[in-house]
């Protein structure tokens, strides 16, 4: 049985007590990186063995753990933070595992998208999630065209070295519109900003808090590098 459960993604006190149980219990823990997970391992006594499954070894490391499951093992599938399956790549394995005939069982809990459209301000009840952008500017200004047409709240992730990038094209294709950001949810630093997207590339660009003083940006030093994780909506 596989069991996609749900970890926190900034404050470990976000851990359910079925999360926590269920960890304990199986024979085998997959996650993105090991060193991030035994940091939540440690901090809640769990002594299950943990096994690498990310990006660059899915496949192998996905085919090794269909074996164990078809043999009656049972492995909790986790990510970094938050939610399996959301824009990370925990898909295949699930899908891999329905196609053979396998169970899988959520154990919910946190996801940063719904955390920071609960408290984004923007109507909840109709959102289309778009995971992460394309990478290449002119894929993402084309991708953001197609969202632009869309009658609905719109939440995607960024990364620091493209969110000033990102925040351009925006402007570019959408115009200088409302939107919410929300960087580092839960954690320490936790910040929303709301406002317009001029706004947003004021206060990622120029003022402190987010900035990494002297760290040149992705594009060569136009900007300075915002840090954290983020979730963009409008």
């Known amino acids: 049985m596989l069991y996609v459960v749900s970890t926190p993604i900034g404050n470990l006190g976000d851990i359910t007590y079925r999360a926590v149980e269920v960890l304990k219990s199986v024979d085998l823990i997959a996650c993105e990186d090991t060193r991030k997970t035994r940091i939540l391992t440690g901090h809640y006594g769990i002594k299950t ?3 690498s499954y990310y990006e660059y070894n899915k496949a192998a490391k996905g085919d090794y753990l269909l074996r164990l ?3 009656g093992k049972k492995i909790a599938l986790v990510s970094d933070a938050g939610t399996p399956g959301i824009s990370d790549p925990g898909f295949p394995l699930i899908k891999s595992v329905l196609e053979a005939g396998g169970s899988v069982v959520s154990v919910p809990g946190p996801t940063a998208l719904i955390s920071a459209l609960s408290i984004s301000g923007f109507a909840t009840h109709n959102f289309f999630f778009e995971g992460f952008l394309p990478v290449k500017s002119g894929a993402r200004k084309k991708r953001l065209g197609w969202l632009k047409s869309l009658e609905c709240t ?3 992730y960024e990364s620091p070295h493209r969110i000033l990038k990102t925040l351009d094209d925006m402007k570019m294709v959408l115009g200088d519109r409302k939107i919410a950001i929300v960087r580092e949810v839960t954690k320490k630093f936790e910040e929303v900003v709301r406002g317009t997207t001029e706004e947003a590339i004021e206060r990622f660009a120029v003022k402190g808090g987010a900035l990494s003083v002297g760290q040149a940006g992705a594009d ?4 300075p590098r915002p840090k954290g994780e983020f979730v963009v909506i409008f």
Do not use: D, M, R, S
């Not at 060569?220 to 900007?223: I, N, S, T």
């Open 154 to 156: 719109i939440v995607f």
């Open 49 to 51: 063995p943990l096994t």
């Open 69 to 71: 499951l078809k043999v």
């Open 220 to 223: 060569g030093g136009k900007y």
